[in-house]
């Protein structure tokens, strides 16, 4: 069982940054790829991004790309995601989820799919302001 809980979030203004942190439960937690969703009122969660076990590997939605950055300290059992460039859009409900990962350290397009994740965080608001 892993548990996730994300801290971070806030409201910014356009342009600014904010920085969100999960924390997850367990001693196995780099056996887990990790991605980061979002879920902005009457629409459906998205992906934001994904991190393989080590953290040598990324995976991006082209909406962010450029902007936000996910990283991963396993010593500390954490996943970060620095936002930078905040636009009114990025405004959501973010969710960190974990999937345990067998094989090769690789992070790609089946790591932007919802139902792969086996665990979830409660999520946490973040507004960007115009």
């Known amino acids: 069982q892993v548990q996730l809980v994300e801290s971070g979030g806030g409201l910014v203004q356009a342009g600014g940054s904010l920085r969100l942190s999960c924390a997850a439960s367990?001693?196995?937690?780099?056996?887990?790829?990790t991605g980061w969703f979002r879920q902005a009122p009457g629409q459906e969660r998205e992906f934001v991004a994904a991190?393989?076990?080590?953290?040598?590997?990324?995976y991006y939605a082209d909406s962010v790309k450029g902007r936000f950055t996910i990283s991963r300290d396993n010593a500390k059992n954490t996943v970060y995601l620095q936002m930078n460039s905040l636009k009114p859009e990025d405004t959501a409900v973010y969710y960190c989820?974990?999937?345990?990962?067998?094989?090769?350290?690789?992070?790609?397009?089946?790591?932007?799919?919802?139902?792969?994740?086996?665990?979830w965080g409660q999520g946490i608001q973040v507004t960007v302001s115009s």
């Open positions: 989820a974990a999937k345990k990962t067998l094989g090769p350290d690789r992070v790609g397009l089946p790591d932007a799919t919802r139902r792969v994740y086996e665990y």
């Open positions: 991190i393989s076990r080590s953290g040598g590997r990324t």
């Open positions: 367990g001693r196995t937690f780099s056996m887990y790829n």
